[in-house]
Protein backbone atom coordinates (compact mmCIF):
# COMPACT_ATOMS: atom_id res chain seq x y z
CA UNK A 1 0.00 0.00 0.00
CA UNK A 2 0.78 3.70 -0.54
CA UNK A 3 2.39 5.45 2.53
CA UNK A 4 1.77 9.06 3.70
CA UNK A 5 2.35 11.65 1.17
CA UNK A 6 3.42 14.78 2.67
CA UNK A 7 4.09 18.25 0.58
CA UNK A 8 6.48 20.25 0.05
CA UNK A 9 9.21 18.22 1.27
CA UNK A 10 10.75 22.24 2.00
CA UNK A 11 10.05 25.44 2.33
CA UNK A 12 11.87 28.49 3.40
CA UNK A 13 9.89 31.70 3.99
CA UNK A 14 9.78 34.62 5.56
CA UNK A 15 8.64 35.54 9.06
CA UNK A 16 4.78 36.62 8.86
CA UNK A 17 4.37 34.99 5.73
CA UNK A 18 2.04 32.33 5.02
CA UNK A 19 2.77 28.81 4.22
CA UNK A 20 0.49 25.61 4.07
CA UNK A 21 1.23 21.83 4.15
CA UNK A 22 -0.61 18.88 2.90
CA UNK A 23 -1.10 15.71 3.98
CA UNK A 24 -2.66 12.42 2.20
CA UNK A 25 -2.75 9.40 4.78
CA UNK A 26 -3.28 5.82 4.25
CA UNK A 27 -5.94 4.76 1.99
CA UNK A 28 -8.52 3.39 5.21
CA UNK A 29 -6.78 4.93 7.41
CA UNK A 30 -9.73 6.98 10.08
CA UNK A 31 -7.05 9.22 12.42
CA UNK A 32 -4.63 11.42 11.38
CA UNK A 33 -1.93 13.64 13.40
CA UNK A 34 -0.18 16.65 12.75
CA UNK A 35 3.29 17.11 14.66
CA UNK A 36 6.28 19.64 15.00
CA UNK A 37 9.11 18.49 15.53
CA UNK A 38 11.83 20.71 16.75
CA UNK A 39 15.64 19.74 15.88
CA UNK A 40 16.72 17.59 18.47
CA UNK A 41 13.61 16.72 20.08
CA UNK A 42 10.38 14.52 20.02
CA UNK A 43 7.41 15.05 17.86
CA UNK A 44 4.74 17.40 19.48
CA UNK A 45 1.39 16.80 18.64
CA UNK A 46 -0.61 19.79 17.44
CA UNK A 47 -3.80 18.73 16.06
CA UNK A 48 -5.75 14.45 15.90
CA UNK A 49 -8.65 13.78 13.50
CA UNK A 50 -10.04 11.17 13.63
CA UNK A 51 -12.17 11.20 10.13
CA UNK A 52 -13.37 14.87 9.63
CA UNK A 53 -13.54 15.72 13.15
CA UNK A 54 -11.17 16.77 15.56
CA UNK A 55 -10.32 14.62 18.53
CA UNK A 56 -7.40 17.45 20.30
CA UNK A 57 -5.99 20.49 19.40
CA UNK A 58 -5.42 21.44 22.80
CA UNK A 59 -1.00 21.93 21.80
CA UNK A 60 -2.24 24.18 18.19
CA UNK A 61 -0.95 27.33 18.37
CA UNK A 62 -4.83 28.63 17.39
CA UNK A 63 -3.92 32.51 17.01
CA UNK A 64 -1.69 31.22 14.14
CA UNK A 65 -2.22 27.66 13.13
CA UNK A 66 -5.21 26.22 11.62
CA UNK A 67 -5.80 22.63 10.45
CA UNK A 68 -8.87 20.68 8.39
CA UNK A 69 -9.67 17.43 6.75
CA UNK A 70 -11.78 17.97 4.81
CA UNK A 71 -14.34 14.72 3.97
CA UNK A 72 -12.18 12.66 6.28
CA UNK A 73 -8.80 11.99 3.65
CA UNK A 74 -6.69 14.68 2.77
CA UNK A 75 -6.02 17.59 5.83
CA UNK A 76 -3.94 21.05 5.45
CA UNK A 77 -2.39 23.14 7.99
CA UNK A 78 -1.64 26.33 7.53
CA UNK A 79 0.39 28.79 9.36
CA UNK A 80 -0.10 32.38 9.21
CA UNK A 81 1.67 34.39 10.44
CA UNK A 82 4.50 32.46 10.49
CA UNK A 83 7.25 32.83 13.48
CA UNK A 84 11.18 32.33 13.59
CA UNK A 85 10.64 29.80 16.16
CA UNK A 86 8.11 27.77 13.65
CA UNK A 87 10.79 26.51 12.15
CA UNK A 88 10.79 22.93 12.18
CA UNK A 89 9.54 19.29 10.42
CA UNK A 90 6.20 18.87 10.24
CA UNK A 91 5.33 15.24 10.42
CA UNK A 92 2.17 13.79 9.59
CA UNK A 93 0.64 10.49 10.25
CA UNK A 94 -2.07 7.94 10.22
CA UNK A 95 -3.23 4.84 11.47
CA UNK A 96 -6.02 2.49 11.32
CA UNK A 97 -8.94 2.32 13.49
CA UNK A 98 -7.88 -0.18 16.79
CA UNK A 99 -5.73 0.57 20.02
CA UNK A 100 -2.97 -1.53 18.79
CA UNK A 101 -2.19 0.14 15.50
CA UNK A 102 0.65 2.15 15.45
CA UNK A 103 1.25 5.38 13.45
CA UNK A 104 2.86 5.65 10.10
CA UNK A 105 4.53 8.56 9.59
CA UNK A 106 5.03 11.04 6.19
CA UNK A 107 8.36 11.86 5.09
CA UNK A 108 7.67 15.72 6.92
CA UNK A 109 7.91 18.81 5.30
CA UNK A 110 10.97 20.72 6.57
CA UNK A 111 10.12 24.60 7.52
CA UNK A 112 12.81 27.63 7.63
CA UNK A 113 11.36 30.59 8.70
CA UNK A 114 13.87 33.41 7.81
CA UNK B 1 -1.46 14.89 31.17
CA UNK B 2 1.16 12.25 29.76
CA UNK B 3 5.16 12.59 30.04
CA UNK B 4 7.39 10.44 28.67
CA UNK B 5 10.84 11.06 29.30
CA UNK B 6 14.07 9.68 27.72
CA UNK B 7 16.99 10.25 29.82
CA UNK B 8 19.76 8.99 27.65
CA UNK B 9 20.20 11.78 24.92
CA UNK B 10 22.78 10.06 23.08
CA UNK B 11 24.69 6.47 23.06
CA UNK B 12 26.74 4.57 21.28
CA UNK B 13 27.60 1.03 20.81
CA UNK B 14 29.89 -1.49 19.13
CA UNK B 15 28.90 -3.74 16.09
CA UNK B 16 27.40 -6.69 17.03
CA UNK B 17 27.37 -5.71 20.62
CA UNK B 18 24.07 -4.80 22.81
CA UNK B 19 22.31 -1.68 24.29
CA UNK B 20 19.33 -0.86 26.02
CA UNK B 21 17.77 2.36 25.94
CA UNK B 22 15.81 3.57 28.70
CA UNK B 23 12.83 5.04 28.40
CA UNK B 24 10.40 6.51 31.84
CA UNK B 25 6.81 7.54 31.48
CA UNK B 26 4.18 9.61 33.57
CA UNK B 27 -0.06 8.33 33.18
CA UNK B 28 -3.19 7.58 35.39
CA UNK B 29 -4.41 5.81 32.48
CA UNK B 30 -5.03 1.92 33.17
CA UNK B 31 -5.44 1.77 29.28
CA UNK B 32 -2.96 2.52 27.02
CA UNK B 33 0.29 1.10 24.58
CA UNK B 34 3.50 2.24 24.22
CA UNK B 35 5.76 1.85 21.06
CA UNK B 36 9.49 2.56 19.91
CA UNK B 37 9.85 3.90 16.71
CA UNK B 38 12.90 4.66 14.91
CA UNK B 39 13.82 7.38 13.15
CA UNK B 40 17.08 6.98 10.62
CA UNK B 41 18.87 10.13 9.53
CA UNK B 42 17.08 11.93 7.08
CA UNK B 43 14.45 9.02 6.68
CA UNK B 44 10.96 8.55 7.70
CA UNK B 45 9.91 7.08 11.26
CA UNK B 46 8.95 3.81 11.59
CA UNK B 47 7.79 1.50 14.30
CA UNK B 48 10.14 -0.33 15.77
CA UNK B 49 8.55 -2.51 18.36
CA UNK B 50 5.14 -2.46 20.66
CA UNK B 51 3.73 -3.36 23.96
CA UNK B 52 0.20 -3.53 25.28
CA UNK B 53 -0.12 -2.43 28.75
CA UNK B 54 -2.16 -5.28 29.71
CA UNK B 55 0.14 -8.19 28.73
CA UNK B 56 2.59 -8.75 30.86
CA UNK B 57 4.61 -10.46 28.49
CA UNK B 58 7.41 -8.27 27.15
CA UNK B 59 6.97 -7.84 23.57
CA UNK B 60 9.83 -9.38 21.06
CA UNK B 61 10.65 -8.85 17.28
CA UNK B 62 13.54 -9.93 16.07
CA UNK B 63 16.66 -8.58 17.68
CA UNK B 64 14.66 -5.95 19.45
CA UNK B 65 13.03 -6.60 23.12
CA UNK B 66 11.56 -4.83 25.64
CA UNK B 67 11.49 -4.89 29.30
CA UNK B 68 8.38 -3.24 30.38
CA UNK B 69 7.71 -2.76 34.09
CA UNK B 70 4.21 -1.34 34.58
CA UNK B 71 4.53 -0.58 38.24
CA UNK B 72 7.71 1.66 37.66
CA UNK B 73 6.16 2.73 34.48
CA UNK B 74 9.24 1.96 32.81
CA UNK B 75 9.94 0.34 28.97
CA UNK B 76 13.18 -0.47 28.18
CA UNK B 77 14.64 -0.95 24.10
CA UNK B 78 17.19 -3.77 23.96
CA UNK B 79 19.06 -4.36 20.73
CA UNK B 80 20.75 -7.25 20.41
CA UNK B 81 23.85 -7.79 18.12
CA UNK B 82 23.46 -4.11 16.82
CA UNK B 83 23.96 -3.64 13.50
CA UNK B 84 25.31 -0.57 11.36
CA UNK B 85 21.63 -0.09 10.03
CA UNK B 86 20.24 0.75 13.48
CA UNK B 87 22.14 3.94 13.97
CA UNK B 88 19.00 6.41 13.98
CA UNK B 89 17.33 8.24 16.71
CA UNK B 90 15.32 6.15 18.52
CA UNK B 91 11.76 7.39 20.39
CA UNK B 92 9.92 6.51 22.97
CA UNK B 93 5.89 6.77 22.64
CA UNK B 94 2.80 6.80 24.77
CA UNK B 95 -0.22 6.15 23.29
CA UNK B 96 -3.93 6.59 25.21
CA UNK B 97 -6.50 3.63 25.03
CA UNK B 98 -9.34 4.28 23.01
CA UNK B 99 -8.68 7.48 21.86
CA UNK B 100 -5.35 6.71 20.21
CA UNK B 101 -3.82 10.19 22.00
CA UNK B 102 -0.06 10.12 22.04
CA UNK B 103 2.68 11.82 23.74
CA UNK B 104 6.43 10.96 22.49
CA UNK B 105 9.65 11.19 24.19
CA UNK B 106 12.86 13.50 22.75
CA UNK B 107 14.36 10.46 21.83
CA UNK B 108 18.10 9.05 21.68
CA UNK B 109 20.66 9.18 18.87
CA UNK B 110 22.15 5.98 18.50
CA UNK B 111 25.36 5.71 17.19
CA UNK B 112 26.54 1.89 16.35
CA UNK B 113 30.66 1.99 15.57
CA UNK B 114 31.92 -0.69 13.11
Known amino acids: EAGVAQSPRYKIIEKRQSVAFWCNPI?????LYWYQQILGQGPKLLIQFQNNGVVDDSQLPKDRFSAERLKGVDSTLKIQPAKLEDSAVYLC????????????FGPGTRLTVL | AQTVTQSQPEMSVQEAETVTLSCTYD???????LFWYKQPPSRQMILVIR??????QNATENRFSVNFQKAAKSFSLKISDSQLGDTAMYFCAFMKGNAGKSTFGDGTTLTVKP
Open chain 2, 27 to 33: TSESNYY
Open chain 1, 93 to 104: ASRRRGDYNEQF
Open chain 1, 27 to 31: SGHAT
Open chain 2, 51 to 56: QEAYKQ
